[in-house]
């Protein structure tokens, strides 16, 4: 009869054990969950985003308005927003001696920021956020460049028509360079 009760004694101390064991191993989990709540909030905002909202630094911005550009051109409309050749290597061009990057760098930016607005039917649509981006970051003499970029890639097909001639004047005037 002792064996019996404290065989049951025995089994009644290790379920508690191991039931305050669980309940400690939860408090941890739910101490873990709250530690590490603002990483995972910041990723799923981040994982959230497309297109547009991607794009966060002023070089990348940039070259967002430089295929903005490219895609009014009389080219791209005539060819469903497919940018010329020469469009693209002006770009390229312009990237390495204005952002004094290597052509591999340049090339892989184009084709990033070329995806990233690939599905904009409207150019436009891209000037007030990069405008955004861009109007804290650079300053007077930098916009100044930006404008003589986009003037330069509105040249690559020919002369510029007068869809990309506004949409130059739209950066100055979003630039503050039209004062």
């Known amino acids: ?3 019996i009760g404290i065989i049951i004694a025995i089994a009644t101390a290790i379920f508690w054990v191991s039931r305050a064991a669980r309940g400690a191993r939860d408090v941890a989990d739910a101490a873990n969950t709250l530690r590490n709540m603002p990483r995972r909030m910041h990723f799923k905002n981040e994982a959230g985003k497309r297109g547009l909202d991607l794009i966060d630094t002023p070089m990348e911005a940039a070259t967002i308005l430089m295929v903005s550009i490219a895609k009014l051109s009389d080219y791209a409309a005539a060819h469903d927003g ?7 290597s002006r770009i390229i061009t312009t990237l390495k001696s204005y952002m004094r990057i290597s052509a591999v760098e340049a090339d892989e930016l184009l084709t990033q920021m ?13 000037l007030a956020p990069m405008t955004n981006i861009l109007s804290g970051a ?11 970029m986009l003037r330069k890639i509105s040249h690559a097909d020919g002369d510029p028509n007068p869809e990309q001639r506004a949409f130059i004047a ?4 979003r630039l503050g360079l039209e004062v």
């Open 82 to 88: 497919l940018l010329s050749g020469s469009s693209t």
């Open 1 to 3: 009869m002792h064996i």
């Open 138 to 148: 650079i300053n007077r003499a930098e916009a100044d460049d930006l404008s003589d």
């Open 170 to 173: 739209r950066v100055r005037e």
């Open 114 to 126: 070329r995806w990233t607005v690939k599905d904009l039917t409207q150019p436009d649509t891209a």
